[in-house]
């Protein structure tokens, strides 16, 4: 019975962290699929939990123990989810910008009904999340983080509420680096069309305009999208990083 608990206790932060991190916390993955993976990985941690009875695990400090593990594996989740949403708001930044905001759709990760640049972004944004193994290098976080931040140990809400605000705050920055290139062209398309329209004003504003503004979206698309690797790889570190600094910050109180 105690080893069953312990297994309880272990999977509770790896489990909160698979429900809420881009990638493992999509919606098209099942549940069911998530639960055995912190069940695989709590086993992996299951000797650093220290040994517990029913009665302790009942006990106000034993449910205080249960809601700080949940709030640490949901806090690195969110987290992480907060930094990789700039390539979303980038992506909804260009539709709008472009005319293309009227091309959404009900997206698979979020459920959320979101224009499909920003969708085709967000999933260039996860292809190189996996393809540099941030996804191991995140659970490889979370699994230090039982060593670093045993079981039990007090964690300050400053700490955790301090995480969320600036993972927004870097959001924010980061999803205008990524879109402010091609809206500042757009821009300028857009100031260039309507000076011409002014000059002509036999041209139709609407069957002129918007197709140069449409074929120049996708030329700058097609055009940007090394740097929208290069901006992605950055985010992607810049998140580990993040995560990495804030179970650290944690563990020192």
């Given amino acids: 019975m105690t080893l069953l608990l312990q297994y309880f206790l272990a999977s509770l932060r790896i489990g909160a962290f698979l429900l809420s991190a881009p990638l493992f916390g999509a919606r098209w993955l099942p549940l069911q699929v998530r639960v055995i993976m912190a069940l695989s990985m709590g086993a992996a941690v299951v000797s650093l939990v220290p040994p517990m009875d029913v009665n302790t695990l009942t006990s106000s400090l034993g449910m205080a123990m249960i809601f700080i593990e949940i709030a640490i594996g949901l806090t690195a989740g969110l987290t992480l989810t907060i930094w990789f949403a700039a390539m979303l708001m980038a992506g909804e930044k260009i539709a ?3 005319g293309l905001g009227f091309a959404a759709q009900v997206d698979p990760m979020t459920g959320a009904n979101t224009p499909v640049v920003s969708q085709i972004l967000y999933l260039f944004l996860l292809v190189i999340f996996v393809s540099v193994d941030g996804h191991l290098l995140a659970i490889a976080t979370m699994m230090e983080s039982y060593r670093i931040l045993p079981l ?4 300050a809400p400053d700490v955790l509420i ?6 927004a705050g870097s959001m924010f920055m980061s999803a205008a680096i990524i879109m402010l ?3 500042m062209a ?15 004003p036999t041209l139709n504003l609407f069957s002129f305009g918007f197709p140069i503004t449409l074929i120049a979206v996708f030329i700058l ?10 901006s992605s790889q950055d985010l992607v570190n810049s998140g580990i990083a993040y995560l ?5 910050e944690l563990a020192n109180g």
């Fill in 96 to 98: 709008t910008s472009s």
């Fill in 152 to 155: 039990g140990s007090p964690v």
């Fill in 162 to 167: 301090a995480a969320g605000i600036g993972a």
């Fill in 181 to 183: 290139p091609i809206a």
């Fill in 186 to 200: 757009l821009l300028m398309i857009n100031v260039t069309v309507g000076i011409i329209s002014r000059s002509a």
């Fill in 221 to 230: 698309l097609y055009v940007s999208v090394g740097a929208f690797g290069a």
């Fill in 244 to 248: 990495q600094t804030m179970i650290g």
